[in-house]
């Protein structure tokens, strides 16, 4: 059973939320007990010991039936009530009902709209740079082999940093403008972290002939102050909010109930009512269409492990989905550990959140006993959100995707490792995904294909990185 607490917001953005009742308030950092709501039975996972310190074990075994209702008709897929499971739907105020209804009615068109696929594509090529090269890490792979007895993975990195712009977000960045002008707004308001959605949403309003409003933290706005600066280059105009992440995104949502008429709510990130989550998630999956054809090209074969770093869930969602039904793949989410769950300053809310409802969608969430949202921490920017996709939050509950941490030293030591080993400059979220390889490489097979996505580029880290590790540890 649940309970409603609720407290008034422009648009659930603060604390609103489901609280489940009975459910663990935190989780242990090693072998964890969780419960189903439909069932007294507990599960246990068998974890491999030299995991067991950050992976999450599963809660019951994959809905098969539903898994293939919603890829039955992938290639030009109908979404409906945006539930995932138990997760998702639309918890809003009545006045957007309508709105986000005509959202989803215009994305439905649009995915059976030759000529749209076709301009999108051809974005996708000529402007955006795609295909991302699938690029063998041969040093890094190395680097494990020589210290697990000269066996291990191969290594390979799906390099989205390469996409204009830097990161995965100009593919849905790219998406959504569209939609925005074929519903006719003449205005785009969003709201980034670190700033690579913010410059990807700015260049397609450029591209596009868009106005563009981005909000962003102030303290954020003041360690990316070169992405500010190429945002309003691009022809934005750039808000500074209070608070972080969270905070940005809820000034973006109070703008844009405003100018409903007018203007276009371009959400980056998997999360929020109903269809958001699910548009998000469809037009960052071209990452991993890419993947599985580059992979055939490659080795003949399917990768065995994907590895994606995960703040809400829009690149881990666009490297999984392709792969949902092959079981033989091993999809692995990697959160922000932060200084360490014992610390209470991270951002793992998928290995120690409760279920509620945050920015109109159930997913889970970090919260106290009040249910008050508890503020998020990451080195990384983009991970520093109390919330997860409420698609996510059903691929941990069916045990579909596995999830694990790296802490913000983690994080840091395999950025530079990247460096030095492949001369490629990750952006501190897709470095949690290259630190979890220390502890799961040697889990692995001899020879087994494993893909990490590289979700952006790090130089807008660089600072970060060299004032934290020259002053707390040595390159």
């Not at 991302?132 to 494990?144: C, D, F, K, V, W």
């Not at 869930?313 to 039904?325: D, I, R, V």
Request: glycine letters at 10%; charged letters at 25%.
């Amino acid at each position: 059973m649940m309970t409603c607490k609720l407290q008034l917001g422009a648009f659930a953005s603060s604390s609103n939320h489901y609280r489940q009742q009975g459910a663990p308030n935190k989780v242990s950092s090693c072998l964890m007990v969780a419960t189903d709501d439909h069932q007294d039975t507990f599960y246990k996972t068998n974890l491999p010991t030299k995991l067991a310190k950050t992976y999450v074990p599963t809660m019951k075994p994959l809905l098969e039936k539903e898994l293939q209702e919603r890829n039955n008709n992938t290639d030009a897929p109908i979404i409906n009530s945006g539930k995932f499971g138990r997760f998702g739907g639309k918890f809003v105020p009545e006045t957007l009902v309508v709105c986000l209804s005509q959202l989803e009615a215009e994305f439905n068109k649009a995915l059976h709209d030759e000529s749209f696929k076709a301009e999108l594509a051809e974005s996708l090529k000529d402007f955006a740079g795609r295909e991302t090269p699938l690029y063998y890490a041969r040093r890094l792979s190395e680097y494990y082999k020589m210290n697990n007895n000269g066996k291990g993975p191969d290594i390979y990195l799906k390099r989205e940093d390469l996409n204009h712009g830097g990161s995965h977000k100009m593919n849905n960045a790219l998406a959504q403008a569209m939609i925005a002008k074929r519903m006719g707004r003449k205005s785009v308001v969003t709201a980034t972290a670190a700033g690579q959605h913010g410059i990807a949403t700015a260049a397609a309003c450029a591209k596009l002939g868009l106005e563009c409003t981005v909000f962003m933290a102030a303290k954020e706005m003041e360690k990316e102050s070169s992405n500010v600066q190429l945002m309003k280059l691009l022809g934005a105009k750039v808000e500074g909010v209070n608070g972080s992440f969270k905070d940005a995104a809820s000034e973006a949502f109070r703008c844009w109930v405003g100018e409903m008429e007018n203007s276009y709510h371009l959400t980056g990130s998997a999360v929020g009512p109903h269809p958001c989550p699910t548009m998000v998630r469809e037009f960052q999956s071209v990452i991993g269409r890419e993947t599985r054809k580059q992979a055939l090209e490659k080795w003949g074969g399917k990768p065995d492990v994907l590895v994606a770093c995960v703040g809400t869930g829009s690149n881990a969602l666009g490297l999984f989905h392709e792969f949902l039904q092959d079981k033989d793949v091993r999809l692995i989410g990697v959160e922000a550990g932060g200084c360490g769950l014992e610390s209470g300053r991270h951002s793992s809310t998928l290995a120690t959140g409760e279920v509620g409802v945050y920015h109109g969608a159930l997913s889970y969430l970090l919260q106290d006993q009040d249910g008050q949202i508890i503020g998020p921490h990451s080195i990384a920017p983009g991970m520093e959100y109390p919330g997860v996709s409420p698609e996510l939050s059903y691929l941990k509950e069916t045990g579909r995707a596995e999830f694990c941490v790296a802490t913000d030293q983690e994080a840091l030591d395999a950025y530079e490792r990247l460096c030095k080993l492949e001369g490629i400059f990750p952006s501190l979220e897709a470095a949690h995904a290259l630190a979890i390889l220390d502890n799961l490489v040697p889990t692995l097979c001899d020879g087994s294909k494993v893909v990490v996505n590289c979700s952006g580029c790090g130089d807008k880290d660089a600072a970060v990185v060299f004032d934290r590790k020259l002053f707390h540890g040595k390159f």
